[in-house]
């Protein structure tokens, strides 16, 4: 519906940017499809005039990142944008962007872990905790840290894992082991693991299940039936609609 009244279109258009700018001081930086997702923009234009306008407050910057065939634009978010956002009961060590500080290829993970988390907050979920923080290793201090933490709708604390590629099997030991010992002390209850698509979900599958124990403590520990219901696998696509119990 378009929005005829100056003011309330004035008031719309500052919720956005409200919004924007908030998505970008836990996230540093985003992509143009990232924040079409997380406005619920059907079309770009609306998106561009407004990060446009924002950018003219001095509170985003853009950048292009360019790897062989791989171009993407991202925006920002500056010293002045953080300063805008502040708030009296922050408690994290937020970022602002600095673009020589990105490399591409975390970069690509970076944003397939934004677009889960608009999925999941769309359908319910809260408290996104990036696991890159200082005060996430504060709190969390496990040998493997997972790509996030979120709160599913039935309040269990969910680690997010984003798998772009696999692994090698040794690595998988120490990670499911770290996640186990990370469950025991009760930080998280369940892993969901997010891959690009289904020959990825399969392969992971298949390297999950060739893994028949982890070493804790100095002993071997057979994973069982039980263990193994601490971890599923989806594809990005599921995560659409994802319900979890």
Request: charged share 30%; proline share 4%.
């Amino acid at each position: 519906m378009i929005i005829t009244d100056p003011k309330k279109r004035g008031e719309r258009s500052a919720e956005k940017q409200a919004l924007v700018l908030a998505f970008l001081k836990q996230e540093t930086y985003s992509d143009i499809t990232n924040l079409m997702l997380l406005l619920n923009y059907k079309k770009r234009q609306p998106l561009d005039r407004l990060l446009q306008k924002i950018k003219r407050y001095g509170f985003i910057e853009k950048f292009e990142y360019g790897f062989r065939d791989i171009k993407i634009k991202v925006w920002g978010i500056t010293i002045e944008g953080m300063t805008e956002t502040v708030n009296l009961n922050d408690t994290e060590d937020f970022q602002h962007f600095e673009p020589s500080k990105i490399k591409t290829w975390t970069m690509v993970h970076h944003l397939m872990n934004q677009e889960v988390r608009i999925y999941l907050e769309r359908n319910g979920w809260n408290h996104w905790q990036n696991a890159d923080r200082y005060l996430f290793r504060k709190k969390y201090p496990v040998p493997h840290r997972p790509d996030a933490l979120i709160i599913a709708p039935n309040g269990h604390t969910i680690a997010i894992e984003t798998e772009r590629t696999l692994k090698t099997k040794p690595r998988y030991q120490e990670i499911l082991k770290s996640h186990l010992l990370a469950k025991k002390n009760k930080y998280w209850s369940k892993v969901i693991y997010v891959v690009p698509d289904i020959k990825t979900k399969i392969a992971l599958t298949n390297r999950f299940n060739n893994i028949a124990y982890v070493n804790m403590n100095g002993s071997r520990i057979t994973l069982t039936d039980e263990h193994r219901k601490t971890f599923h696998i989806f594809t990005l696509d599921e995560m659409k609609t994802l319900v979890i119990t």
